[in-house]
């Protein structure tokens, strides 16, 4: 009997040391549940880091999205095939292999700036401003990805007039099984011009017009508006967008980078600046969050994976002014090319840590001119060109002349090489991509070994859109695939 | 009645009769007293001298090893390696009992004589192979479940390094693969075919009864990475049973799909001390040539053909085409200062690796021990690459009373592991000798400087990195178990079992400033630490019956935890004072700093019984309730049971007639549900992810979508068993098996425009079915002459029944998951061999016709061309041969093993096809078979600069190569130093011998080696090696 009490006391000890249900409940350490992250206004902010922090990714915003309308373009070049930029150069992509990123990371981030957007109207605050600042910053980068996505996947705007497909827009937080058809090109103009007019209203406070280092703020909103604008052929409101830029950036301490502080003015301003300079937004990368060796800091550098440099053409247009300042910009890499030295390391940082410059105050003047140009305003296209041409020789100068949209377009090239824009603007207007040498090459390359059909081409060519991704098109049946990438 | 008698007896007459009462008694007395003494004597003679025996086998060899003891007191011994013992004194009426492993054991009564001679008998019931489960020990022929058991008696002959060598083809339906032959690195074992997609597809390990940590534990996450299995070593191990199929497997629940590995550690046995010394050296090569590469001289001369034929394309005339050539040639393909370089020579060397062991066990009737002391030292194929380790073990069993056990096994182990690249990074020696560095390039400039100029890797050159970086491992391992039994009434016993296995594993990544790796930032070191603890507590009730002899009956309950937590910090600092010295504090500048932990918790209650009647009729039942913290609240716990059978036909009367042929005959069959936990221990759960941050601030972003219903992965599987035995020297196992894997974890991708790509969802089922058949046999059994032979054969098939009931086919790289169609099949381009008249690649259209046929038009041009699928990656047949041979003092055994049917796809072909878009690459050797002249049949394109579609950036068949092989895994011969001369030197035995492993394969396409294969793509990690080891064991 006492066996049997024995027996039963210490098995039912060590056989029901029942651990509950809750011994089971386990949280991860570095993960929040998605439902308990907003809870007060600060955690907009967050959000919103998240978003900045994608875009500082090298298949995003610090690499392949600047430098894909670089390698696509006349201006530069991969120094060889196979160099990372090297299949963009050659327009090798395919339906199969068209890189996944351009896609999904945009979709990313557009799912951040909908959950700030849809959770800001919850959050009771004091701080109206800032409320409405962050609220600002999600519209503006909401407009600037669908943008992006639109000028990867779309035809230009004005090879139909918006009538060719864009992509799906997206405004509100989706199910995770939800399937949507491409808008067109048109819808998404339209989305982004709203977005980007409700961004401009929203931030229209103390906060919005403030120097917010790695933010985007309002002038730097109505600079991609009015990009958007140009790109559109809406060339009144792409002026009146860019001055009002422009006249809004430079009371609030903006200002052109001088003659002499251009050269380092990447490294100084774009990178350790406290205060308002030329850049209107940029990425912000550091040490600790760097975007690693694919990164446009390193890309560019002789002393990095030196992938992408000019071309000889370009070489040759730059250098026609012996003194434009621009050319110190050039490093050249024994045997392989010239490049262009815009993505500068902060101080004490590598360069694959450079900021990434995404609009600056020159490209407003640059639309200003051109719109104006276009518009037949020969007094406003000079009285916008000009500061350019005078940074970059103080001794050049277009007053007193009419200027032409080649002139225009030629000063653009030269600014803005090396900062994603050179195939969106050969082909927006019509215009043509064409790859020629030098008669005489002064830099080391030359083009490599191409399909003929990528030497010369405008926005009838099927590979200036990106193939949507297969991983896409295999699980959203709603879509269409761009013509000629076949099924 | 004495009146009478005195009446009757006069007074004298009865003096008389007393006196021979008397006497008569008296002498009895004398008897009884010289039978005394003499019985006295004999005690007295066996206190001084002891009693003596020999125990012999049937055929009078001695028996070493045998335990003898006395009935009476349990007072006992063991033979020595005569077979002699000796007991101290025992009286006329007391019983040794003698028993062996494998052999009837015996009493004697001692009966007063000395000497003994004993001869035991084999039991052939008992020499059948042990099952041991984990959760019980069987005799094969009571066990109604499929497993394979290796046992590693028969293998200790041959030098391990690694715990999956003794796998390798000895368990049939066991598939043994790794990316990588670096030291240490880690394997990927599936049992009975792939039975899971996205959660792991490995077995359970379960050491001495423990469920362990296994796999990949490299800190690194180096491509190689570093086998917990390392830890261990192969010598401490006494028996493998991997269980294939429900009946034992379903004890285990929710991590018991891919089946089970058990692991059983020596014990001592009763006896004197035994000291093992096992020493061995050796060396190691590429088991095949691998990846060959164009020399120098070939390589410039493909490449001027190139050049050549691009301008001739042109319509340039040879002689300035010639002129081209000549010019470019030596841009691309100069002979450098120093003449060709080979690259191999540079950055690989002859492996090699020595060891050295010793253990001591021994026991008494109250305590068995085991000790071991262990050191291996291993340096890999590419220079500077290795492992060390020292490994101790304690295994102590002490029956504190009668009723109480206690015991505990303990490891303790470090190993050192010196690991490089196999990822296409520039200076990885297998993608920088195979493909980035070329004959042309030097490793040094004239002046002795180091060439920092390479034609395609320019200053990245591998030979400075090697010499200057390192990719550190270390593994820390202590992994003890304590445990007590009590045994309340006979046979029913409590035991509980708590665990501890706490590992330590550290990395260390140094990019020195001389390199190009390190030299942007003055030095940059990476160090990781992460702890490892998982604590499993066990406890058992058992108990055995037996009713009117007929009915057995065992039962089991049970109850467990297992806790798993996982600690984790890294930092990486930069720009260093001087490169020897790299400490992580003389870093000036931190560079990254992080760490997290994360935890997983399983709860169980089982339950099992088991019933024969007469050992001719078996049935099994076993239950099991997990609850995971993997999955959410509602969700997690789950039930897996199994039921099995086995009919012992050879015991049935109607059977008699056969028994003089037919010494075994078994039915058996089983039928049970396991489970697979997803790997990810949060995977349910919606998250936002912390790690993120902008300019110093925190961030959040979304990162997981939330699946409550999220559950386990459940595998149906079905086992029937034959087992046949005969004249008890050729044993046939056959096996059929079904395991359906239903609701598979899969990431079901969704659209990207939500925001995320996929998520975890339970969706797909797969099966695998298949065969396995194992013959053994005795060839010979003399006592001069023993030859046994074991073949084995398995056969899998692999199909997907559903992806999400919604889509048919998802597309993975290579590879296309189809329904009805096995895991890895493959999703390429039709390759259509090479136009014989211009030397253009062809490729086959492949569009459907109305009737979903497939049309077989040529096209030169791959972007017309559409991916089908084609073969798989699973071989259909996998198996092996080995035997064991040994004339008297000789002994040989090989093994071959085999695999036919299946497929890989050459991944790096995409690098190397045509030497690469730029001609600054190395050529593989195949293009010297490329298309020269028209009429040419050929499979390799012509050479040239300019190709319109390079092979080189489409997925075709062309790279798709037979897996096939037939490869000597091993031959080991051995000498037995005869006995009689090693006992002069005071030594039991004396064994020397000489092994090989992989000396000698077949492949069918021998390009690579066809185990340099990993989840069907080939890439270029460090294929196996072939091994040559020399070595000796003492027994002291």
């Known amino acids: ?487 | 009645m004495s009146k009478e008698s005195n009446q009757k007896y006069p007074q004298g007459r009865r003096l008389l009769f007393s006196l021979a009462i008397v006497s008569l008694s008296l002498l009895g007395s004398v008897f009884s007293a010289a039978a005394a003494q003499t019985g006295s004597r004999t005690a007295i003679t066996q206190q001084q001298q002891p009693l003596k025996g020999t125990v012999v086998d049937e055929k009078g060899e001695p028996i070493i090893g045998a335990t003898v003891f006395v009935k009476e007191t349990k007072n006992g011994t063991a033979t020595d390696i005569d077979g002699k013992f000796s007991l101290p004194a025992a009286t006329l009426q007391q019983t040794i009992v003698v028993s062996f492993m494998g052999y009837v054991s015996q009493e004697v009564k001692v009966n007063g004589k000395n000497d003994l001679r004993i001869v035991l008998q084999p039991d052939n019931k008992v020499l059948e192979e042990v099952v041991i489960t984990g959760y019980g020990t069987y005799k094969k022929s009571a066990y109604a479940g499929a497993a394979s058991t290796v046992k590693t008696s028969e293998l200790k002959d041959v030098p391990m390094v690694t715990f999956s060598d003794m796998l390798q083809g000895s368990a049939p339906g066991v598939q043994i693969s790794s990316a990588s032959g670096q030291p240490g690195a880690s394997t990927s074992i599936n049992i009975r075919g792939l039975g899971s997609f996205n959660a792991s597809s490995q077995p359970l390990y379960v050491i001495d009864g423990v469920p362990v940590t296994s796999g990949n534990y490299s800190a690194l996450d180096s491509d190689a990475g570093l086998d917990i299995m390392s830890t261990i070593s192969s010598s401490d191990i006494e028996n493998i049973t991997v269980i294939k199929d429900a009946a034992a497997a379903s004890l285990y629940g929710s991590r018991a799909a891919n089946g089970v590995i058990v692991i059983t550690t020596k014990k001592g046995k009763v006896g004197k001390p035994v000291v093992n010394l096992k020493a061995d050296w050796g060396f190691s090569d590429f088991a095949m040539d691998y990846r060959p590469i164009m020399n120098g001289k070939d390589r410039r001369e493909f490449i001027y053909s190139a050049i050549k034929n691009f301008y001739l394309g042109k319509n340039y005339s040879e002689e300035n085409a010639l002129e081209y050539a000549d010019y470019y040639i030596e841009k691309y393909a100069a002979e450098p200062w120093c003449g060709y370089v080979d690259w191999d020579k540079l950055l690989f060397q002859k492996g090699s690796h020595q060891s050295y062991e010793v253990s001591v066990s021994g026991g008494t009737d109250r305590v068995k021990y085991y000790t071991s002391l262990s050191y291996l030292d291993q340096e890999g194929i590419v220079k500077k690459s290795g492992l060390q380790r020292t490994s101790g073990r304690i295994n102590v069993e002490y029956k504190a009373t009668d009723k109480l056990t206690l015991g505990g096994n303990m490891l303790f182990s470090t190993v050192k592991q010196n690991v490089y690249s196999e990822g296409a990074s520039y200076t990885a020696p297998f993608y920088a000798a195979r493909s980035k560095v070329t004959p042309s390039d030097a490793p040094f400039n004239e002046d002795g400087t180091w060439n920092r100029n390479l034609l395609s890797n320019g200053e990245r050159n591998p030979l400075l990195a090697m010499e200057y970086d390192f990719d550190r491992e270390y593994m820390t391992r202590s992994f003890n178990t304590i445990y007590g039994s009590y045994e309340f009434i006979p046979n029913l016993i409590l035991k509980s079992t708590l665990s501890y296995d706490y590992n330590i594993n550290k990395g260390r990544e140094w990019d020195d400033p001389h390199t190009s790796n390190g030299e942007k930032y003055n030095g940059r070191m990476h160090q990781l630490w992460s702890e490892t603890k998982k604590v499993v507590w066990a406890n058992q009730l058992t108990y055995n019956i037996t009713i009117q002899d007929d009915h057995h009956l065992d039962f089991l309950l049970g109850y467990e935890t297992d806790a798993y937590d996982y600690d984790y910090i890294n930092g990486t600092k930069t720009n260093f004072a001087h490169y020897q010295k790299n400490a992580l504090s003389n870093g000036s500048e931190i560079s990254s700093f992080g760490g997290y932990d994360s935890h997983s918790r399983l709860v169980s209650y089982l339950a099992r019984v088991n019933y024969d009647f007469r050992n001719k009729y078996f049935l099994g039942g076993s239950a099991r309730i997990d609850g995971s913290s993997r999955l959410a609240a509602d969700n997690r716990w789950g039930c897996f049971w199994s039921a099995s059978a086995a009919w012992r036909i050879i015991e049935e009367g109607f059977m008699d007639p056969a028994k003089d042929w037919l010494s075994d005959l078994k039915l058996r069959a089983s039928y049970g549900v396991n489970g697979t936990l997803p790997s990810d221990y949060y995977g349910y759960q919606g998250l936002a992810s912390l790690t993120s941050s902008y300019m110093g601030s925190p961030a959040y972003s979304l990162s997981q979508i939330e699946n409550l219903n999220l559950g386990w992965e459940k595998n149906h599987n079905l086992n029937i068993g034959l087992d046949f035995g005969f004249w008890n020297r050729l044993n046939i196992t056959l096996e059929y098996y079904v395991r359906r894997t239903k609701d598979l974890l899969m990431d079901y991708p969704v659209s990207m425009i939500t925001g995320y790509s996929s998520y975890l969802r339970n969706i797909g089922e797969v099966k695998n079915s298949g065969v396995e058949l194992e013959i053994s046999s005795t060839n010979f059994d003399k006592k001069d002459f023993k030859w046994n032979t074991t073949f084995t054969l398995s056969n899998n098939k692999n199909k997907i029944v559903t992806l999400d009931g919604d889509q048919t086919e998802i597309i993975s790289g290579s590879q296309i998951r189809q329904v009805g169609k096995s895991y890895r099949t493959f999703y390429l381009i039709e390759f259509a061999g090479i136009n014989p008249e211009t030397g253009a690649p062809q490729f086959y259209t492949n569009t459907k016709d109305d009737n979903g046929n497939y049309v077989k038009e040529i096209t030169e041009n791959p972007t017309k061309a559409y991916r089908i699928p084609m073969k798989h990656a699973e071989p259909i047949v996998t198996g092996g041969l080995s035997n064991t041979l040994r004339y008297k003092w000789f002994d040989l055994n090989f093994m071959i093993s085999y695999q036919f049917g299946g497929y890989s796809y050459d991944n790096w072909a995409q690098k190397t096809e045509h030497g690469g878009s730029e001609e600054d690459l190395n050529i593989p050797t195949y293009y010297k078979d490329a298309w020269k002249k028209p009429g040419d049949i050929t499979q390799y394109e012509v050479a040239n600069w300019e190709q319109k579609y390079p092979m080189k950036s489409y997925a075709t068949s062309r790279r798709l190569h037979s897996t096939d092989f037939i490869r000597l895994r091993n031959l080991t011969f051995g000498i037995t130093l005869p006995q009689n001369w090693t006992k002069k030197a005071g030594l039991q035995t004396v064994r020397f011998y000489a092994s090989g492993n992989n000396l000698l394969t077949w492949a069918k396409w021998d390009y690579y080696d066809p185990e340099a294969v990993s989840a069907g793509t080939a890439g270029w990690g460090t294929p196996p090696t072939k091994t040559m080891t020399f070595g000796v064991n003492i027994t002291l």
């Open chain 1, 1 to 487: 009997m006492k066996k049997i009490k024995e027996i039963i006391v210490a098995s039912s000890l060590l056989l029901c040391g029942a651990c509950g249900n809750n011994w089971l409940d386990l949280e991860p350490s570095t993960y929040m549940p998605t439902d308990n992250i907003i809870n007060e206004l600060n955690d907009i902010d967050l959000v919103l880091n998240g978003v900045y922090s994608t875009m500082q990714n090298a298949y995003a915003y610090s690499g392949r999205f600047v430098y894909y309308a670089d390698a696509t373009g006349d201006d530069m070049q991969a120094a060889k095939v196979s160099n990372r930029t090297g299949s963009y150069y050659v327009m090798k992509f395919t339906k199969d292999d068209s890189p996944s990123t351009f896609w999904s990371y945009p979709y990313f981030m557009l799912n951040l700036c909908n959950l700030a957007i849809e959770q800001t109207d919850k959050i009771e605050t004091t701080e109206e401003d800032l409320k409405n600042y962050y609220l600002g910053e999600a519209y503006a980068l909401r407009a600037l990805f669908h943008f992006d996505l639109t000028r990867f996947y779309g035809y230009p705007y004005q090879k139909d007039g918006g009538k060719s497909l864009g992509v799906p827009i997206v405004t509100t937080q989706l199910a995770p099984e939800t399937q949507l058809p491409r808008n067109t090109v048109a819808e998404c103009y339209t989305q982004v011009i709203e977005d980007l007019k409700k961004a401009i209203d929203l931030m229209d406070n103390d906060e919005g017009k403030a120097f917010q280092k790695g933010h985007i703020n309002r002038w730097a909103s109505m600079l991609l508006l009015s990009r958007v604008y140009l790109y559109q052929g809406d060339n009144e409101n792409a002026y009146k967008m860019a001055t009002e830029a422009i006249a809004g950036a430079e009371k609030a301490g903006y200002h052109l980078w001088s003659t002499e502080e251009y050269p380092t003015a990447w490294a100084a301003d774009a990178g350790d600046a406290k205060t308002a300079g030329e850049v209107l937004f940029e990425i912000v990368n550091t040490t600790d969050d760097g975007p690693g060796n694919e990164s446009l800091g390193y890309l560019h550098n002789t002393k990095g994976y030196y992938d992408i440099c000019v071309t000889s053409s370009f070489y040759d247009l730059l250098t026609e002014d012996p003194n434009d300042v621009r050319i110190q910009l050039l490093k050249l890499k024994e045997d392989v090319g010239y490049f262009v030295y815009k993505y500068q390391p902060q101080s004490g940082e590598v360069i694959q840590n450079a900021n990434i410059p995404l609009l600056r105050l020159s490209e407003a003047y640059l639309i200003a001119a051109e719109a104006a140009q276009k518009l037949g305003d020969n007094t406003n296209a000079v009285k916008y060109l000009n500061p350019i041409v005078e940074r970059a020789n103080p001794e050049n100068s277009v007053e007193g002349t009419t200027v032409t949209l080649e002139r225009i377009m030629t000063e653009r090239r030269k600014e803005l090489v090396a900062e994603g824009h050179r195939m969106f603007d050969a082909l927006r207007d019509g215009g043509y991509v064409e790859r020629i040498d030098s008669p005489k090459p002064k830099t080391p390359n030359t083009h490599l070994v191409m399909d003929a059909a990528a030497m010369k081409f405008n926005w009838d060519y099927y590979k200036c859109v990106l193939a949507i991704p297969k991983a896409e098109m295999d699980v959203n049946k709603s879509l269409e695939q761009n013509p000629e990438y076949g099924n």
